[in-house]
């Protein structure tokens, strides 16, 4: 049984699909750089939690519409991709590093 994934340093997806993200919690602690595809294609179940720089490159996708799993920010998104899609219900920012968004 899994329980979820952490990852202790920087998540980097330079091209791609990444739908790691179905059924368990992630955790990222480090930063994160997506310039492929991130999704949640089967699944809303465990919270998704970035404590550090999220950022969307040129040509990324960011994509969590279609199954809106909680989501937690602590280190702002960065966004310079094609698309960023998330329900604003399941956008949560951490108390201690409040989220902000700079789109380029």
């Known amino acids: 049984m899994v329980a979820g994934l952490a990852i202790s340093g920087n998540l980097l997806l330079e091209t ?4 790691l993200l179905q059924v368990y919690p992630l955790t990222v602690t480090g930063s994160t750089s997506i310039s492929g595809t991130i999704n949640t294609a089967t699944s809303a179940t465990g919270t998704k939690i970035f404590t550090g720089a999220v950022t969307i490159n ?3 996708v960011w ?3 279609g199954q809106n799993p ?3 920010f602590g280190g702002g998104i960065t966004m310079s991709g094609t698309t ?3 329900v604003p219900e399941q956008l949560h ?3 201690t590093n ?3 968004v700079q789109v380029i």
């Open 63 to 65: 994509d969590l519409s």
């Open 93 to 95: 920012s951490q108390q």
């Open 16 to 19: 791609g699909l990444l739908s």
């Open 58 to 60: 040129s040509g990324g």
């Open 98 to 100: 409040l989220c902000s």
């Open 70 to 72: 909680a989501t937690s």
């Open 84 to 86: 960023f899609n998330m």
